[in-house]
């Protein structure tokens, strides 16, 4: 079938996001997409391109001083009877459109049109963002071709409605154990009640006072939670075990050492067992491409609060954040859209920022 991503598509940031819309690319059926996107980039005499699985790399190699990443995923969250895109007015409906072909949109125009950057560009289209991490394309370069993923500064171009949302929260889960001792019910004053021991560990976390921490003008809110509770044993048995989930969710001035040292402290006199924890990303915005960036968009950061790609480019020691069109609100549903002005804001953005 021929590329549908013609240069007269390329052109256009907005028809360029319809047309990506519909191709689908549900996670893990990315080969059509990819295959596109990767010979329309082969196409740029001034790109050199290569590729991992269905994730595309493409870069310039200008020998400026710095190299600024532009990443975004091509899949897609199952399709919800919102396949192939519409237009109603200054809308683009259908699957994708906000998370985040809109974005995607934005660097592939990029990528095709600007030979000439400011700094040395670096775009990554990668797989599978929308499942289980192992998966992840990003992940996936991370490991095996780390390189590819060397620069000053990220741009991820996820949904935030035009806003910069910079650094992301860590999240761990962990599991607060209360025990006692097992009894018939008949002569419960021979045991004693995990249950009931639960009480304590529950009055503690509504108790909880969460930090606010602001770091480079982002303010982040952290909170600490049950999530899960089970305990029990018969209707007739006093339990000896009752067990608490907790998430975590702390700002990047933590590690995850130490958010979990405080989970610890919360916790102390109970048993506390880690099940799950990824890191933050600090906001890093005093690198000197992300402060012109911040110039050229012209509006204050805000703190991304859930945890998001960007701390793949922290854990490599390069500042990241997520700049995109679409609405983070729409994402995943089943009306999901993008205003077309947002695309044309974005695009005209980071031409400011990105031509020499
Ligand atoms: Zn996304």
């Not at 360029?16 to 990767?38: G, K």
């Not at 004693?192 to 909880?208: E, K």
């Amino acid at each position: 079938m021929a590329n549908p991503l013609t240069p007269d598509v390329l052109v256009d940031p907005v028809e360029l996001t319809r047309t990506l819309v519909d191709i689908e690319s549900v996670s893990r059926h990315e080969q059509a997409i990819a295959d596109n996107v990767e010979e329309v980039l082969r196409q740029a005499s001034h790109l050199s391109v290569d590729r991992l699985g269905n994730t595309v790399m493409a870069r310039t190699d200008l020998g400026r001083d710095q190299r600024v990443v532009l990443a975004g995923h091509l899949d897609t969250v199952p399709i919800n009877d919102n396949f192939p895109s519409t237009v109603v007015d200054d809308l683009i409906y259908g699957c994708g459109t906000s998370d985040m072909k809109s974005g995607v949109a934005l660097a592939l125009h990029l990528a095709a049109g600007l030979p000439d950057p400011r700094y040395d560009l670096t775009f990554l289209f990668y797989e599978a963002e929308e499942i289980d991490s192992k998966y992840n394309g990003l992940r996936l370069v991370a490991e095996s071709r780390p390189e590819w993923l060397l620069a000053d500064f990220a741009v991820l171009l996820e949904p935030t409605y035009g806003v910069v949302e910079a650094g992301c929260q860590g999240t761990l889960r962990a599991l607060v154990r209360t025990t006692g001792r097992r009894a018939h019910t008949a002569r419960a004053w021979r045991g004693v009640n995990a249950i009931h021991a639960a009480g304590d560990v529950l009055r503690r976390l509504s108790d909880y006072r969460a930090r606010t921490v602001t770091i480079d003008g982002c303010t982040y809110r952290e909170g600490l939670n049950a999530v899960k509770i089970h305990g029990g044993v018969a209707g007739n048995v006093v339990p000896d075990e009752c067990v608490v989930e907790v998430n975590m969710r702390f700002a990047p001035d933590r590690t995850e050492k130490q958010a979990l040292e405080h989970v610890h402290e919360v916790f102390e006199g109970y048993e506390v067992e880690l099940t799950d924890s990824a890191p933050g990303a600090l906001p890093g915005l005093s690198a000197a491409p992300a402060r012109e960036f911040l110039a050229a968009v012209g509006a204050e950061p805000a703190a991304k609060l859930g945890w998001t790609d960007v701390a793949r480019f922290a854990a490599l020691g390069i500042p990241a954040l997520n700049y995109g069109p679409g609405d983070p609100l729409l994402a995943h549903a089943p009306d999901e859209h993008v205003e077309i002005g947002k695309i044309r804001d974005g695009a005209a953005t980071l031409y400011r920022w990105l031509a020499s």
